[in-house]
């Protein structure tokens, strides 16, 4: 994958990318999940899909495999070639093992054969908004992080480099060549603007990012 793409996080709604050839079955999901309270974008092929596609968390792309021009493989492929990390549900009604192999190797969340129930459809649907959803608490956590990190002086931008490094006080006196109590007081200022009470929670906090 190349780097990541951005994507606008909006907790309050679920949404749902639906790429299918067949009308009429593309009108029956979009119906299931608007009236199971998903927001859809449907697209009768992956060159319309494409074209229109702004990445939204929480969602989730439901492609056909089997389309004309670019199929679910090709569209998954176009997709990560440029950084979008959104769950993708595979629908078939005849794929080769080669192509659902491929497709699981590439990160699909899941990979459902026609006919399917709508149980089953809306189950893992569910699932992978979830997974969608945990994905934008991480990228809202990181964003949060980075704007907190430009409230740091320099000083105190020194100190958090080195207490995530696992530097205690008396190592930070030795590094800085600060006293005792002026180390303290930029710990505090750290942990302060970072909202964390602990310098393993610091440690977790910037691991993560």
């Given amino acids: 994958m190349n780097g990541s793409a951005k994507a606008n996080v909006i907790f309050n709604k679920k949404f749902v990318y ?3 050839d067949d009308d009429d079955l593309r009108s029956d999901l979009e119906r299931a999940l608007q009236l199971s309270g998903y927001t859809t974008f449907s697209y009768a092929n992956s060159e319309q899909f494409l074209s229109a596609f702004e990445p939204l968390v929480p ?22 070639e440029q950084g979008h ?6 629908i078939s009604g005849e794929s080769s093992d080669a192509q659902i192999i491929k497709a699981f190797r590439n990160g699909a969340f899941d990979f459902l054969l026609k006919p399917f129930s709508r149980e089953a459809f809306l189950g893992t649907v569910a699932k992978a908004i979830e ?13 949060q992080l980075a704007e907190a990190l430009k409230t740091l002086t320099p000083r105190e931008r020194q100190v ?8 205690g006080n008396k190592e930070l006196v030795d590094e800085l060549g600060l006293a005792l109590p002026t180390v303290k ?6 942990m ?18």
């Fill in 18 to 20: 639906l790429v299918e």
């Fill in 59 to 80: 969602a989730v792309l439901v492609t056909d495999m089997r389309m004309p021009k670019k199929n679910g493989i090709q569209l998954q492929a176009d997709l990560l």
């Fill in 85 to 90: 990390q959104l769950p993708i549900i595979f």
């Fill in 131 to 143: 997974q969608s959803t945990m994905v934008g608490q991480e990228l809202s956590r990181k964003a």
């Fill in 160 to 167: 958090f480099s080195l207490m995530v490094k696992g530097y």
């Fill in 185 to 190: 007081q930029h710990k505090s200022e750290v």
């Fill in 192 to 209: 302060g603007k970072l909202c964390v009470s602990s310098l393993a929670e610091l440690m977790t906090l910037n691991a993560s990012s």
